[in-house]
């Protein structure tokens, strides 16, 4: 039995549920599950496509929510190991609902869930209102005997993947083949991801396109440049046309063009706007506030209107299906793309959003992946950095900077922390929703502008929170 006080509340996060495997105990998973219940007979659902990812515990976790949702007379249809993106696509017939289990690019001693109700993903409050449910549920219960004596494999059903890839076989059309490396990083999208780019007629390089939740080499998070070297070697090596890398769960990518350089996700939204406002002017391209001021900078010159949200994956595919098609496109800095342009699925999708980039790739059968991009040149950033709040209150520490940057000639944004966008570039500093720390990031035209609006931050902070100062000063 849990007792209340030592729930892991932490776990239920803005965007989904998270956190570490050894805190999930069966009990804490089966309480979470009556609660997932609960919400969907609530909101008079009453059957949902259930998936999980590479990780070792999902297949078990997995195999507790299918056991407490059929208690519940909820009827249950089961697509094994997949992607998000597949099991987005499974949940079509299953009312728009599902359930995944998965911790995304997260190291191997992490899982979690996330899921959509009638197609839409649960907001913050929906999330929170879990965790209070499973604390009460976890408390009382106790887990079946059969449950914890079970031994449950990871299984691919190749009837699920099958229709996802005829799906996308069906929208994509490349007009000449391309050699491709594709890197799964063990997770749970590269092996229908590979079947996927062969049938299209691509020369296939396949690197960690097995779902293995050892995850051997790291974890599946192609963000980290360290983490793509293996990538880098093999476009290289094969003097391939693209590089891809899909996360661990297949929602996000990065991309890398033939001489193994990284396309960063400020670069990939610019030409996304463009493909999408091409043929729908005038409409609305969504962003994420960590994105550079280079996005919307090109949605303007392009004849479009640009849309920035909050970040959180969630918030922009709520966002998109809510525009009543007002959107045609949104991304996130952290590599999220949905395509709302009368084509793709309506949700992020890594695979899908590197297909796009090919799919217009061959419209310029002369040209290499760095010319297309030529017109969107690289720009000079730090990464997301954390950075201790040394004790202070993070929400007094954003008032002051939001106060003393009036006396700077910069455009103030506060819907996702205190951002301050300048004539050649921007920075942002943000609360973490889940620990005692801030995320900062600084993007900028060149070097010398990268270091003023740096400076900048840490000098409005210098005299009140000299330590968070000089922790901005060494962003990176």
Known sequence: MIKTNNFPFQIFRAY?????????????????AQALANQFLENGQFQITLGYDARLTSPY???????VFQEKQIQVIEIGCCSTPQLYFAARNSDGNGIMVTASHNPKTDNGIK??????PPSPEMIQNIGVQAAQYSQNDHIHASVLSQSITHQIKTEYCVSYQAALLNDIELSKPLKVVIDGLNGSAGFCANLVLKKLGCEVIAIRC???GNFPDHAPDPSQATHLELLRQNVLNHQADIGIALDGDGDRVV???????????DRLLALFAQICLKNHPQHEIVFDVKCSSMVRQAVERLGGHPKMLRTGSSFLRKYMSQSKGRAVFGGEYAGHYVFNDGRGMGYDDGLYAALRVMEYMCLFPEASLSEIFASYPDRFYTEDTYISTHQTDPQTVLNEIEHLSQNFPATLSNIDGVRLDFDHGFGIIRASNTGEYFTVRFDADCPNHLNEIRQTFASMLSDRYPMIAQDILQAH
């Open 16 to 32: 989904d549920i998270r956190g570490k495997v050894d805190v999930m105990q069966p009990e804490i998973i089966q309480g979470i």
């Open 115 to 120: 899921w959509i109700i009638q197609s839409e």
């Open 61 to 67: 976790f997995a195999h507790i929510i299918k056991q």
């Open 255 to 265: 991309l890398l063009d033939e001489h193994a350089h990284i396309i960063s996700a």
């Open 210 to 212: 097995n779902a293995d």
